[in-house]
């Protein structure tokens, strides 16, 4: 008799998911979070296209994945909507978003400082 041995894993360990770590797990695509959402406010697409401003063919249309980079402000009107954050639907939608960056130090401190002469005199 030959039996394979079976592993079973513990649960919540990455091999309980098939070692695929939580951060690179399937994200949800924007019209799969679209129609989930959709879902859970029980409105149409017609609903939905009314009170955002699109055809009911556009909503749907996003929500299959055909329209995959809607407007910025398509997709605000769409979290307000919904409840959903904004950010997430952005990041889904695929739009980079640059971060704030901190200005240099020395621009920032003769701004900070413009009434100070730019040399100082020392003894």
């Excluded at 360990?13 to 098939?18: E, G, I, L, Q, T």
């Excluded at 609903?47 to 556009?58: F, I, M, P, R, W």
Aim: charged fraction near 30%.
């Amino acid at each position: 008799m030959n039996k394979e041995h079976t592993h079973e894993p513990r649960k919540g360990s990455p091999s309980a998911r098939n070692g695929i770590p939580e951060r690179v797990r399937h994200k949800p695509s924007l019209g799969e979070i679209l129609q989930a959402a959709r879902a859970e406010t029980g409105l149409s697409l017609q609903q939905v296209a009314e009170q955002v401003g699109l055809s009911k063919g556009g909503i749907s249309r996003v929500e299959q994945g055909k329209i995959v980079k809607p407007t910025l402000d398509t997709l605000l009107a769409l979290s307000e909507l919904y409840g959903t954050d904004p950010m997430r639907l952005i990041e889904a939608a695929g739009y980079k978003l640059k971060k704030p960056t901190l200005p240099d130090f020395k621009p920032y401190l003769r701004q900070k400082y413009r009434h100070l002469p730019k040399t100082l005199k020392t003894s």
